[in-house]
């Protein structure tokens, strides 16, 4: 019942800037991490940013002051400004949060989105 929807993939020129957006809806008692993972053809998914449950963020070594993760808590959406794309950077994008939900007891669900394609040319 928890969706998490995915917007701002494209096609850009390399030097160019795109920004992700991915929202969660649904009913739930709250997000502990959250955060964006690309996958390459061929390649294994990496972590790309990501808040933590305390809140700090987590960035990969390749996107470090290229790229900048935030959120919006009143609504439930993490971003990912993307600048200085290089074609290095071309992938499918996913959102991935982990939400607590709650009926009759607390547990935690790992989302996954759709995905989203960025494609960075040369």
């Known amino acids: 019942q928890v969706q998490l929807v995915e917007s701002g993939g494209g096609l850009v020129q390399a030097g160019g800037s795109l920004r992700l957006s991915c929202a969660a809806s649904?009913?739930?008692?709250?997000?502990?991490?959250m955060g964006w993972y690309r996958q390459a053809p061929g390649k294994q998914r990496e972590l790309v940013a990501a808040?933590?449950?305390?809140?700090?963020?987590n960035y990969a070594d390749s996107v470090k002051g290229r790229f900048t993760i935030s959120r919006d808590n009143a609504k439930n959406t993490v971003y990912l400004q993307m600048n200085s794309l290089k074609p290095e950077d071309t992938a499918v994008y996913y959102c991935?949060?982990?939400?607590?939900?709650?009926?009759?007891?607390?547990?935690?669900?790992?989302?996954w989105g759709q995905g989203t394609q960025v494609t960075v040319s040369s």
């Open positions: 808040f933590t449950g305390g809140g700090s963020t």
């Open positions: 649904g009913s739930f008692r709250g997000i502990n991490t």
């Open positions: 991935n949060a982990v939400i607590t939900i709650a009926t009759s007891i607390v547990y935690n669900v790992d989302y």
